[in-house]
């Protein structure tokens, strides 16, 4: 699953203070805690600097905990897997739906035998339903039962054996819609399970819709079952809709039968089993791309505008499964894969067996996705990757959650790597070890967590970002052959079937011949990472050089001493280099090595695979020399990012020089810090910004000249507002042309109020914002009906920096009740009411700066009141925030 957390409204809020890096005296310090994020793209990923986006939503607030010495007397928290009283072998399911009452008419027969020990009774989660009946198959008598509107507890008439079988049919109405209270986290954010969307219809520019998420534990709201990880089913399932309707569930379409009253009954069927937090349905008008892998059907369900641009909003889902199925040495081991996106969803995407959910953060313009086809193809990649690692092998429990988790953030990394090459992944992977990092401040929690608080918690940076780590570090550890051997070998061990962690260890060390209990007890079973101090000696008459390696991780549950086998390369001035491996396995360690000549760099962590806080004591020279003769990508961002504060010649010539550097996120690096006092450095961002190939580069080169405000670059800009360019060219052509001719950004931007795409849109916003003018509300008003998800974020932002800017009172008093309406509106989305309610405060606080006391008054009194009234509790949580200092 990808997250579509909450959290990022957090980051609209506060920008935590960056840690700072460790220095010595003639030295330069390596990174040490990464910076904050302060970008969030629209799936609420933050965005590390200009780059791609650490993880889809997986960044979490790091919350530090005070030591404490003292002792407890109870056993701590511990959340087992599921004890097993039945074994349930299939569901069938017929359903029907009222979309008036947003009501879905189920009957249930559900094949089952007791586990091991005899029994009498039958305990189902079926959550919030009207019973009507429950028999068994083919029988008129009634079965008695006990509800509790959670759980059904049926009766069956006698004592039943493991030998048994049994067939229990259940007649009953889900009512997901009417409830008292309502669930959902940062990472899912509702728990209804079954979703109407805009079932009225009464929303002329949204399709009328019905999904389903079922993670975590959130099926049962629409089907009695045992909805737990553990358990899994065949499946059958009828879905009685409306003619004009398409459906897709899990496994195949076997039959389509028109029915007298203008409905139509679709027969899916799925044969193999899987967990049921994994059946799916989605209903809509939706237009059906087919394509194929190796004969089997490969479908693409989009919205009808979006039918031509499909397969690139799937991208390369042919190839990804050839390749995952070659990678693995186990081909994708269901019997089709379809891909739907939905309006409204809950969370990022869903991992459904066989029937991929998306949210309408990835249905894109073929213009659009030249920006953005990175994120729809990990977030493809992801999902598929589950199919192996989830939902042919599902985690036993919560607190293994990593074993899906984990692989699905490394499948990213594993697609990057074939596609695009080493340079591609290895920075994702920084970036997935940048949010780790900086969530586990506090040292963390193990990654296997038994202890958590809640199951949805599990859905942190630690089961994503740091479980895909852990897997490259054993890859690099092992070796390619040995690392995919033991995945094969973990496949066909536990295929249909759960899994905990020691079965994966097991099948590593049923392969290698190896006792990996060390790794697993660390990377797994502990919490936290090292932090390491690296510093580096040279004795000219022994000829030896040193290398001490120091750790210093503090924390509740972290290790004092990782072990950590580690690649050394020493360079001699030439650019040749020498290879030594060696074990840390002390708190701090000095390692020896023989050399003829001083090394011109010793290159700690070669492969750069550790999972780690590094301060490495390099001078400015062996940097430079890092720069230059290191192969890897992680060598010359960690060599720029050294670099970045040191005024000497060297230096200034790396920075030149990575601007031709052949990879762009190095390029995109220097341009961040780029001298365009210098002539030279200066003509060469001239020329990016009109020809480099990858625009998130050429966009960055455009921002460069803008700051300058040089009117030279003006027709540079100009050119750069193409209607075929990427958005991200022409926002950033627009916004350079607005610091250095605003009137000319203006005129420009005429041309472009039309277009409809929330890129071109927040670029106007910005550009509005920076230069208001009344003439401009109209239009600011006219986009505000639309704008949703996380382009509603920045959008409003705006919006409010266009009002206060102009200060006109009256005009302040009209939005703002447009705004009321927005916060006060349940069924408008989380979003747009927390944008909405997030502007009236910033407005509120533009009075109090002024000393206008009345007016913050009464816009801190309705703030309060919107709090009071909004009934999701994680909204209300963040307007409790808006007073924090």
Not at 39 to 50: F, H, I, S, T, W
Not at 453 to 481: C, I, P
Not at 563 to 581: I, M, Q, S
Not at 767 to 781: E, F, G, K, S, T
Request: glycine fraction near 6%.
């Amino acid at each position: 699953m990808k997250k579509l957390l909450l959290l990022a409204l957090l980051a609209a809020l506060f920008t935590a203070p960056a840690c700072n890096r460790k220095t010595a005296e003639k030295v330069t310090g390596s990174p040490g805690h990464p910076d904050q994020p302060t970008q969030y793209d629209n799936m609420g990923k933050p965005v590390m600097g200009d780059e791609e986006p650490v993880e889809y939503a997986v960044m979490e607030e790091a919350v530090v905990r005070p030591a404490s010495d003292k002792k407890i007397d109870t056993l701590p928290p511990y959340n087992p897997s599921h004890t097993f009283e039945h074994d349930l072998i299939h569901t069938k399911l017929e359903l029907s739906f009222d979309w008036a009452k947003k009501r879905a008419n189920g009957r249930a027969t559900l094949t089952l035998r007791p586990w091991f020990y005899p029994t009498d009774k039958l305990t189902l989660d079926a959550k919030n339903f009207d019973i009507h009946s429950v028999s068994f198959e083919g029988k008129k008598e009634p079965l008695k039962y006990d509800y509790n509107n959670e759980q059904l507890v049926v009766h069956l008439g006698r004592t039943y054996t493991r030998n048994e079988e049994y067939k229990v049919v259940i007649d009953y109405t889900a009512k997901p819609d009417e409830r008292e209270s309502y669930g959902g986290s940062a990472a899912i954010t509702a728990d209804k399970g079954l979703y109407f969307i805009n079932p009225d219809g009464s929303d002329p520019d949204k399709p009328r819709q019905i999904w389903t998420q079922g993670e975590t534990e959130s099926n049962s709201f629409w089907f009695p079952t045992v909805d737990k990880p553990n358990e899994r089913c065949t499946q059958e399932m009828y879905l009685t809709v409306d003619d004009q309707y398409t459906t897709l569930s899990n496994g195949l379409l076997l039959s389509s039968k028109k029915n007298a009253d203008g409905t139509r009954t679709d027969y899916w069927k799925m044969d193999k089993p899987h967990a049921p937090y994994l059946f799916m349905m989605a209903i809509g008008e939706f237009s059906v791309v087919k394509d194929k892998w190796r004969n089997m059907e490969v479908n693409y369900y989009v919205e009808p505008k979006y039918e031509p641009y499909a397969k690139d909003i799937y991208p390369h889902t042919p190839e990804m499964l050839e390749f995952f199925s070659q990678k693995l040495g186990y081909d994708y081991p269901w019997p089709k894969y379809s891909q739907v996106i939905v309006r409204d969803y809950v969370s990022g995407a869903m991992e459904n067996t066989t029937g991929v959910i998306f949210g309408d953060f990835m249905q894109k313009t073929s213009r659009e996705l030249l920006d953005d086809h990175w994120l729809n193809e990990k977030v493809v990649a992801h999902e598929m990757f589950h199919h192996w690692f989830g939902d042919l092998i599902t985690c036993e429990s919560w607190a293994n959650l990593t074993l899906n988790e984990g692989f699905a953030n490394y499948s990213e990394y594993l697609w990057l790597e074939h596609k695009y090459g080493r340079d591609e992944a290895d920075m994702h992977e920084m970036q997935e070890q940048m949010g780790y990092i900086f969530s586990a401040q506090d040292g963390g929690h193990p990654l296997i967590h038994f202890g958590y608080d809640n199951r949805e918690s599990m859905f942190d940076a630690h089961s994503y970002n740091k479980g895909g780590a852990a897997l490259h570090m054993m890859r690099s550890y092992l070796g390619d052959e040995a690392f995919f051997a033991s995945l094969q070998h973990y496949l066909k061990k536990n295929a249909y079937s759960d899994a905990e962690v020691h079965e994966l260890r097991l099948s590593f060390e049923d392969v290698t011949g190896q006792d990996l209990n060390w790794f697993f007890n660390q990377w797994y079973l502990g919490a936290g990472h090292p932090v390491l101090d690296i510093r580096y000696g040279w004795d000219e008459t022994t000829k030896k050089q040193t290398v001490t390696i120091t750790q210093s991780q503090e924390g509740e549950d972290v290790a004092p001493i990782f072990e950590l086998p580690l690649k050394v390369d020493l360079y001699a001035a030439d650019g040749t280099v020498r290879r030594e491996n060696i074990r840390v396995t002390k708190r701090s360690q000095t390692f020896t090595f023989d050399a003829a000549q001083r090394p011109a760099l010793v290159n700690v962590d070669a492969d750069k695979t550790l999972l780690a806080v590094k301060t490495d004591m390099h001078t400015t020279e062996e940097w430079v020399f890092q720069y230059y003769h290191a192969p890897l990508f992680r060598d010359r961002w960690e060599a720029l990012e050294a670099l970045q504060s040191d005024g000497s010649p060297a230096a200034k010539k790396v920075y030149k020089d990575a601007l031709q550097d052949k990879f762009h996120g190095i390029r995109d690096y220097a341009l961040g810090h780029a001298d365009m006092t210098d002539p030279q450095v200066a003509a060469r961002v001239a020329q990016m910004a009109e020809n480099d190939p990858m625009p998130s580069v050429r966009a960055s080169a455009l921002s460069m000249l803008g700051q300058t405000g040089d009117k030279k670059y003006v027709p540079v800009l100009q050119k750069a507002l193409s209607p075929e360019l990427p958005y991200s060219v022409v926002g950033a052509g627009l916004n350079s042309l607005g610091q250095i001719d605003p009137a000319a950004a203006v005129a420009a931007s005429k041309s472009l109020e039309n277009d409809e795409s929330d890129a071109t849109v927040l670029v106007l916003a910005e550009l509005y914002a920076q230069n208001p003018d009344p003439a401009q509300l109209a239009w600011y008003q006219k986009k505000a009906e639309k704008m949703d998800g996380m382009s509603a974020m920045t959008f409003f932002d705006h919006y409010q920096r266009y009002l206060t800017r102009l200060n006109d009172p009256a005009i302040l008093d009209q939005v703002v009740e447009g705004f009321k309406t927005t916060a006060f509106n349940g069924k408008e989305t989380q979003w747009r009411r927390f944008t909405a309610t997030k502007a009236i405060a910033d407005i509120r606080n533009h009075y109090r700066e002024q000393g206008n006391t009345d007016k913050a008054a009464a816009l801190n009194n309705l703030v309060k009141e919107i709090r009071e009234k909004e009934t999701d509790p994680t909204l209300k949580m963040y307007y409790g925030l808006f007073d924090m200092p």
